[in-house]
């Protein structure tokens, strides 16, 4: 069975790195790629259009509002695109049967716990962002459509803004930086997202309702580790100095801790997610 599937949000980390990592691995199925310009999430009637014209198996929606500080003083605009637009996305989907994966975060969680969350977990985000992927992912659960919930953190590719880009940017201009050291939790090289979505896709891993997943690399830090291996990996001399989250004020507050529980994931895909280092290595020798 080959699938024809509409990759929203086709320009930013996570869409880009599917399409890169399907033609890689010569992934059989066929892609319909739009951005915000050529279909906008929050047009109801434009997507409804669109798939009544064209006939898709699979929605995979990487469109989201992503600016965490930013969302603090933009709510309504993030409430939109993170919960709005999926309510409507997930309905169409319902309606026409079409298979729906939708990306969320670690956010949703307050960071209160000290072991890693299950995907069943109390949800306490502490952000307007947090908040408005959560009420997205409510929407979707509410809809009755068939899909999946993939929450994924600390997301890190070859495009678009990031933290390990930030950090090379500002290693190679600087001799000494200042990185938070009391938040944990799990960096996502988004190749190896895009790799589980194929994954289940090609297994034809389809469940009825939605099903939440957690998704991140292996191993749990925080992001003065994450930090000082990228300047390692870079063989760059700049110092990494550890500070606290109070020395760092954010518009965002962000949690503590948000580490996820990967057995889920790993038991439905077959394999054990790659470490942290081994797949931030991959990205640096091609970013340097
Ligand atoms: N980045 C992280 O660290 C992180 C962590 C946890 C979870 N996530 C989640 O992972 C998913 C993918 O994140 P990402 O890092 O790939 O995000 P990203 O790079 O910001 O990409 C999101 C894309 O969505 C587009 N977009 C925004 N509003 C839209 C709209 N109304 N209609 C269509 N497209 C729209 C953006 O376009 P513009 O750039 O033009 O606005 C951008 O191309 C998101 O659901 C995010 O919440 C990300």
């Known amino acids: 069975m080959i699938y024809t599937i509409l990759l929203l949000g086709s320009k930013g980390q996570l869409g880009n790195s599917i399409l890169s990592v399907a033609t890689e691995k010569n992934f059989k199925h066929s892609f319909i790629c739009k951005d915000i310009e050529t279909l906008d999430i929050t047009k109801k009637e434009a997507i409804s259009r669109f798939l009544s014209e064209q006939k898709v198996d699979i929605i995979i929606n990487c469109a989201a509002y992503t600016a965490v500080d930013q969302a603090e003083d933009e709510a309504a605009l993030a409430y939109l695109v993170n919960e709005t637009a ?4 997930a309905e169409i989907a319902r309606e026409k049967d079409i298979y729906l994966f939708h990306i969320s975060t670690d956010y949703v969680f307050d960071g209160t716990s000290s072991v890693p969350y299950q995907p069943e977990d109390a949800t306490t ?28 953190s600390w997301l890190y590719s070859p495009f678009g803004h990031n933290f390990v880009k930030t950090i090379l940017r500002i290693g190679k201009e600087r001799s ?21 979505i194929l994954t289940l896709i090609d297994k034809g891993n389809f469940n009825t309702g939605t099903e939440i997943y957690h998704f991140s690399n292996r191993g749990i830090i925080t992001w003065h580790e994450f930090a000082q291996e990228i300047i390692r990996l870079a063989n760059y001399d700049t110092l990494v100095h550890p500070i606290s989250s109070a020395e760092y004020p954010t518009k965002a507050k962000r949690p503590h801790y948000s580490a996820f529980d990967l057995r889920k994931i790993e038991n439905t895909l077959g394999y054990s997610i790659p470490e942290w280092k081994e797949s931030l290595r991959e990205i640096v020798e091609k970013l340097v």
Do not use: W
């Not at 985000?125 to 929450?151: D, F, W």
């Not at 000494?176 to 589980?196: F, H, K, R």
């Open 86 to 89: 999926v309510f409507h996305l």
């Open 125 to 152: 985000p502490t952000s307007v962002y947090g908040k408005s992927k959560l009420a997205g992912e409510q929407a979707m659960t509410g809809s009755g459509c068939h899909g999946n919930v993939i929450r994924t």
């Open 176 to 196: 000494e930086i200042n990185v938070v050291n009391d938040q944990y939790g799990s960096p996502t090289n988004a190749c190896d997202l895009a790799m589980a």
